[in-house]
Nanobody, 119 residues
Framework: QVQLVESGGGLVQPGGSLRLSCAAS????????MSWVRQTPGKGLEWVSS????????DYADSVKGRFTISRDNANKTLYLQMNGLRPEDTALYYC????????????RGQGTQVTVSS
């Protein structure tokens, strides 16, 4: 079955950086678009970024554009999210999920990795 395991979260000061990873198994990773989403207490899931299977299309939410970079390594079945210029409002539980923005299947997301931006 589809398994996604996120890692790399932590506590960081405003302006800092983190790199999230998502290890995939149980499906042919290179055939699927992939996405990152995030959730904060009291809010629903917010789409953050998507990358197509060939890495030649990347989309970002306006709130993270210019600060976050999505990438993938199909050989190692891993999805990444490089987050720079972190802000307190980026604090959330971050998940990866299978699918692009329009085909996202949030049921596939893993346990998530917590990102906390605070001084």
């Amino acid at each position: 079955q589809v398994q996604l395991v996120e890692s790399g979260g932590g506590l960081v000061q405003p302006g800092g950086s983190l790199r999230l990873s998502c290890a995939a198994s149980g499906f042919i990773f290179r055939n699927y678009d992939m996405s990152w989403v995030r959730q904060t207490p009291g809010k629903g899931l917010e789409w953050v970024s998507s990358i197509n299977f060939g890495s030649n299309r990347k989309d970002y939410a306006d709130s993270v554009k210019g600060r976050f970079t999505i990438s993938r390594d199909n050989a190692n079945k891993t999805l990444y999210l490089q987050m720079n210029g972190l802000r307190p409002e980026d604090t959330a539980l971050y998940y990866c999920a299978r699918g692009g923005r329009m085909s996202l299947d949030t049921r596939t997301r893993g346990q998530g990795t917590q990102v906390t931006v605070s001084s």
